[in-house]
């Protein structure tokens, strides 16, 4: 089981915009940046935002991140059919032994 | 450009020990703020972190394993070997191995192509 929560769908229209949250606690997304990750199935992930935020090179700015407290989203606005895919958020865990900690991933369908 | 890739048995008898290897190229482990890290994923089901070795030879484990892994670093060929003991059904997986960085607090920026590790008698 994910140490992160996330909803396990959500859907919309082209065009559209879909939010995805994403639900830790003080040790991991209360005190450490948020990743998003997005995966076609059948491919590796791809790192779409880091630092809770930051879009790595490449990445089109239809994709956002936020963090609030122990929470983060994930916005997709404009959504298009190639947007189809698995997304996981990810976070540090500050543990005495720190660790990485992914979401339980959500999957967009474009209806 | 970075590459990873991922090296090892497809299939493991339960109780044995898994070696991966993973062969990287486009950057050094020796780079000050580079980790490299192994990601694990079961069919159908979410992304589970497992550990990553740091460019100072630090490294960090998944709590969720017992104890049961260990990840080393060798600088000279650009490669990262995980050992999983004591291997189970449940264990059966793709493997990734994974490049982060400082620079994206460590977040997975590059990710090898993944390989498929079943556990079966």
């Known amino acids: 089981q994910s140490v992160l929560t996330q909803p396990p769908s959500v859907s919309a229209a082209p065009g559209q915009r879909v939010t995805i949250s994403c639900s830790g606690t003080s040790s991991n997304i209360g005190s450490n940046y948020v990743s998003w990750y997005q995966q076609v199935p059948g491919t590796a992930p791809k790192l779409i935002i880091h630092?809770?935020?930051r879009r790595p090179s490449g990445i089109p700015d239809r994709f956002s991140g936020s963090k609030s407290g122990t929470s983060a989203t994930l916005a997709i606005t404009g959504l298009q059919t190639g947007d189809e895919a698995d997304y996981y958020c990810?976070?540090?865990?500050?543990?005495?032994?720190?660790?990485?900690?992914f979401g339980s991933g959500t999957t967009v369908t474009v209806v | 450009q970075i590459t990873l890739k991922e090296s090892g048995p497809t299939l493991v008898e339960p109780t044995r020990t898994l070696t991966l290897t993973c062969t990287f190229s486009g950057f050094s482990l020796n780079n000050s703020g580079v980790g490299v890290a192994w990601i694990r994923q079961p069919p159908g089901k979410a992304l589970q972190w497992l550990a990553l070795i740091y460019w100072d030879d630090d490294k960090r484990y998944s709590p969720s394993f017992n104890n049961r892994l260990t990840i080393t670093g060798d600088t000279s060929r650009n490669q990262v070997v995980l050992t999983m003991t004591n291997m189970d059904p449940v264990d059966t997986a793709t493997y990734f191995c994974?490049?982060?960085?400082?620079?994206?607090?460590?977040?997975?920026?590059?990710w090898g192509q993944g390989t498929l590790v079943t556990v079966s008698s």
């Open positions: 990810g976070s540090w865990d500050s543990s005495l032994n720190p660790f990485y900690v």
């Open positions: 630092d809770n935020n």
């Open positions: 994974v490049h982060s960085h400082t620079t994206i607090a460590f977040a997975i920026d590059h």
